[in-house]
Nanobody, 118 residues
Framework: QEQLVESGGGLVQPGGSLRLSCAASRSIFSINTMGWYRQAPGKQREFVAS???????NYADSVKGRFTISRGNAPGTVYLQMNSLKPEDTAVYYC????????????WGRGTQVTVSS
């Protein structure tokens, strides 16, 4: 079964908004951090935002002030509200979860495509 599933991607014009959702299976034990990464064609996967247990959030400089990560009401859910989208935001967006306090995420979704174009 899929343990981490993201959704909400699509095509949007520059300046538009999009909200991504991620839901983690309860089979994932003790998630302490959920986050979003993205990978554009020909580029390496890059960090976008994270939500840490306790309420701390982190954002990449490129999205700060435009994107907002938030925790859902249901356990193991997280959202990424993306406003003022730019063509440079075009990428496959991946939800990730971490169950340790190390630097790496140990669970990944399959990704959802976000395309920002006129």
């Amino acid at each position: 079964q899929e343990q981490l599933v993201e959704s909400g991607g699509g095509l949007v014009q520059p300046g538009g908004s999009l909200r991504l959702s991620c839901a983690a299976s309860r089979s994932i034990f003790s998630i302490n951090t959920m986050g979003w990464y993205r990978q554009a064609p020909g580029k390496q996967r890059e960090f976008v935002a994270s939500f840490i247990s306790g309420g701390s959030t982190n954002y990449a400089d490129s999205v700060k002030g435009r994107f907002t990560i938030s925790r859902g009401n249901a356990p193991g859910t997280v959202y990424l509200q993306m406003n003022s989208l730019k063509p440079e935001d075009t990428a496959v967006y991946y939800c990730a979860a971490r169950t340790t306090w190390g630097d790496s995420y140990n669970y990944w979704g399959r990704g959802t495509q976000v395309t920002v174009s006129s």
